[in-house]
């Protein structure tokens, strides 16, 4: 099990990609690597040791080799060349930095076999490393827009979840998703199986059935504080895994 404040065992440590953001603070105003906090705090009060990763180019193996868990967080769309599509009206934002530094990170994580759990942009990015492409707007496949209704604003769903599936072992047959997303996967990449649906169809999570630890969820587990199961659960590999490979 993963270590928490009563455990004085080994506490596995996390990494989280940041933004690379224009950012006021004080008397300042200046670039800065920045993450919302609440992955901070989940990722602490789930047993792990928070360490967030700017966006800094071509990762190199030698950071994941310190890391035992990794969560690949939300932010902007993905750049649509990366899965050979052109970019719909509504996809924008793009962070090439991003892309660049968090492909290469899930490329290492899973060379290194590293539990991975994708929230939101991260499940879109697995998926398209994995050879999938992403819908770049819901709202033109459902007609509605449930998923993101405004800026800034999460809207609570519920996600239908596959059993016998690791997210239905960790969440039970329905989960409460905080969403905040207008892209979600298209084609599904080989390799991953969707084990979670909006009602309207939409998968809202996928993950791999053999193999390390690699969950991903299409909401945002870390706006939910009095929910700490999946994050836990990549905890609970990411210790395992720090086990396995120290002497």
């Given at each position: 099990?993963?270590?928490?404040?009563?455990?004085?065992?080994?506490?596995?440590?996390?990494?989280?990609?940041?933004?690379?953001?224009?950012?006021?603070?004080?008397?300042?105003?200046?670039?800065?690597?920045?993450?919302?906090?609440?992955?901070?705090?989940?990722?602490?009060?789930?047993?792990?040791?928070?360490?967030?990763?700017?966006?800094?180019?071509?990762?190199r193996p030698e950071l994941v080799d310190r890391l035992d868990g990794l969560v690949l967080t939300g932010g902007a769309d993905l750049d649509p060349a990366r899965?050979?599509?052109?970019?719909?009206?509504?996809?924008?934002?793009?962070?090439?930095?991003?892309?660049?530094?968090?492909?290469?990170?899930?490329?290492?994580?899973?060379?290194?076999?590293?539990?991975?759990?994708?929230?939101?942009?991260?499940?879109?990015?697995?998926?398209?490393?994995?050879?999938?492409?992403?819908?770049?707007?819901?709202?033109?496949?459902?007609?509605?827009?449930?998923?993101?209704?405004?800026?800034?604003?999460?809207?609570?769903?519920?996600?239908?979840?596959?059993?016998?599936?690791?997210?239905?072992?960790?969440?039970?047959?329905?989960?409460?998703?905080?969403?905040?997303?207008?892209?979600?996967?298209?084609?599904?990449?080989?390799?991953?199986?969707?084990?979670?649906?909006?009602?309207?169809?939409?998968?809202?999570?996928?993950?791999?059935?053999?193999?390390?630890?690699?969950?991903?969820?299409?909401?945002?587990?870390?706006?939910?504080?009095?929910?700490?199961?999946?994050?836990?659960?990549?905890?609970?590999?990411?210790?395992q895994y720090g086990k396995e490979r120290t002497p």
């Amino acid at each position: 099990m993963a270590s928490n404040d009563s455990d004085p065992g080994r506490r596995p440590v996390i990494g989280l990609p940041t933004y690379s953001e224009r950012t006021r603070f004080g008397h300042w105003d200046v670039d800065a690597a920045v993450l919302a906090r609440t992955y901070v705090d989940l990722t602490e009060r789930a047993g792990g040791i928070p360490v967030l990763l700017p966006p800094t180019g071509t990762p190199r193996p030698e950071l994941v080799d310190r890391l035992d868990g990794l969560v690949l967080t939300g932010g902007a769309d993905l750049d649509p060349a990366r899965y050979g599509a052109p970019p719909h009206p509504a996809t924008g934002g793009l962070r090439p930095d991003r892309d660049e530094t968090e492909f290469g990170l899930f490329a290492l994580a899973r060379a290194a076999g590293l539990p991975v759990l994708a929230v939101c942009r991260g499940l879109q990015l697995v998926n398209v490393a994995l050879g999938g492409t992403l819908l770049q707007h819901v709202p033109d496949a459902v007609g509605h827009t449930d998923h993101s209704r405004s800026p800034g604003v999460f809207t609570v769903n519920a996600v239908t979840t596959v059993p016998g599936s690791r997210l239905a072992d960790i969440v039970g047959s329905e989960a409460t998703a905080h969403c905040h997303h207008h892209q979600a996967i298209g084609t599904l990449a080989p390799g991953l199986t969707a084990t979670g649906h909006s009602a309207d169809g939409i998968i809202e999570a996928a993950e791999t059935r053999d193999g390390p630890f690699l969950l991903g969820v299409q909401w945002h587990p870390e706006e939910n504080p009095t929910d700490l199961r999946l994050m836990r659960a990549l905890v609970d590999h990411a210790a395992q895994y720090g086990k396995e490979r120290t002497p």
